[in-house]
């Protein structure tokens, strides 16, 4: 088990955002289990050319969210999540992103049913 990163420079969201999705996608799949001891900062952000800010700011919302808990000293880890835990989180971070696709359909002026459509088309 490793974890598996990747940041696009070009890509309209933010580099904090990426990881943090990156690495809640990856416990929430169980990719990244409990205990699991996640890259030290300095060293990921060299790895991956990003500020080490970027890196902060994910790992520290990741810990807000239950995803990681930091232990100083020691490094961050990825917290231990029952099956039900990790299948609400995944619930509410797809609910999330699907409030956004739902606001550009609208924005767009899309009936739900076109909306419906084209999601069901490219799913």
Do not use: H
């Not at 070009?10 to 416990?27: E, G, M």
């Not at 289990?33 to 050319?49: E, F, K, N």
């Not at 956004?100 to 419906?116: K, Q, T």
């Amino acid at each position: 088990m490793e974890v598996q990163l990747s940041v696009l420079n070009t890509s309209d969201t933010p580099i904090y955002k990426q990881l943090y999705d990156q690495i809640a996608f990856q416990v929430i799949r169980g990719e990244l289990s409990g205990g699991y001891c996640l890259p030290p900062i300095r060293t990921l952000a060299g790895q991956l050319g990003v500020s080490v800010i970027s890196i902060k700011r994910a790992w520290e919302e990741l810990e807000r969210d239950g995803y990681i808990n930091t232990m100083v000293g020691r490094g961050c880890f990825v917290a231990y999540l029952s099956y039900d835990e990790r299948m609400q989180k995944r619930e509410a971070l797809a609910l999330e992103k699907f409030s956004e696709c739902a606001a550009v359909f609208r924005a767009l002026g899309m009936s739900r049913e076109d909306a419906l459509a084209l999601v069901l088309k490219n799913y």
